[in-house]
T-cell receptor, first 116, second 115 residues
Framework: AQKVTQAQTEISVVEKEDVTLDCVYE???????LFWYKQPPSGELVFLIR??????QNEISGRYSWNFQKSTSSFNFTITASQVVDSAVYFC?????????????FGTGTRLTIIP | DVKVTQSSRYLVKRTGEKVFLECVQD?????MFWYRQDPGLGLRLIYF???????EKGDIPEGYSVSREKKERFSLILESASTNQTSMYLC??????????????FGPGTRLTVT
């Protein structure tokens, strides 16, 4: 069975600080996909990134970066120079690569508050 | 842009009522999903569908059923609502083609309260 753990329930940082959100996953498959979603106060989940298990390159998108390490089963998310608009709940999710059975297993989320 | 819409943002129903939650996507996606979101539990999959008239149970299907008569529409049905079904319900869709796992796009959610 697959599992995603986001041990940080809530994080608060002052604006412009960097912050890293941790995600640890468990799966028996060798092929799988990892995702990060953002849920702002409005409630709608917004897709941020998808990464497959064969691509361990880190990715950077503006102030966002992701560090994927298969050796530690982690897929951590860093926001650089945080802004108030980054305040949201962030979810990490895992999907095993079974075509036609694309179940996403979500972590319990990390609530990030950016203090102005 | 992918758009997933849900019929209501807020809904209040009484125990024992039959409840229909509707979801429509406009991007010709093959897959559709229903989740519920509860504090401290994250999102849990109720049912999903990878084709018209096809459905698969998720992790917590008890007390729910679904219907997918058209590709763009996926309905979640609570046959007899109970107070423990008070929750936020989220619908999602994904492309579902080419043997890849694609990202899911979510609707705004329906906050259901059962009294």
């Amino acid at each position: 069975a697959q599992k995603v753990t986001q041990a940080q329930t809530e994080i608060s940082v002052v604006e412009k600080e960097d912050v890293t959100l941790d995600c640890v996953y468990e799966t028996r498959d060798t092929t799988y996909y990892l995702f990060w979603y953002k849920q702002p106060p409005s409630g709608e989940l917004v897709f941020l990134i998808r990464r497959n298990s064969f691509d361990e390159q880190n990715e950077i998108s503006g102030r966002y970066s992701w560090n994927f390490q298969k050796s530690t089963s982690s897929f951590n998310f860093t926001i650089t120079a945080s802004q108030v608009v980054d305040s949201a709940v962030y979810f990490c999710a895992l999907s095993e690569a079974n075509f036609g059975n694309e179940k996403l297993t979500f972590g319990t989320g990390t609530r990030l508050t950016i203090i102005p | 842009d992918v758009k997933v819409t849900q019929s209501s943002r807020y809904l209040v129903k009484r125990t024992g009522e039959k409840v229909f939650l509707e979801c429509v996507q406009d991007m010709d996606h093959e897959n559709m999903f229903w989740y519920r979101q509860d504090p401290g539990l994250g999102l849990r999959l109720i049912y999903f569908s990878y084709d018209v008239k096809m459905k698969e149970k998720g992790d917590i299907p008890e007390g729910y059923s679904v219907s997918r008569e058209k590709k763009e529409r996926f309905s979640l049905i609570l046959e007899s609502a109970s107070t423990n079904q008070t929750s936020m319900y989220l619908c999602a869709s994904s492309l579902g083609k080419d043997a890849f796992i694609y990202e899911q796009y979510f609707g705004p959610g329906t906050r259901l309260t059962v009294t």
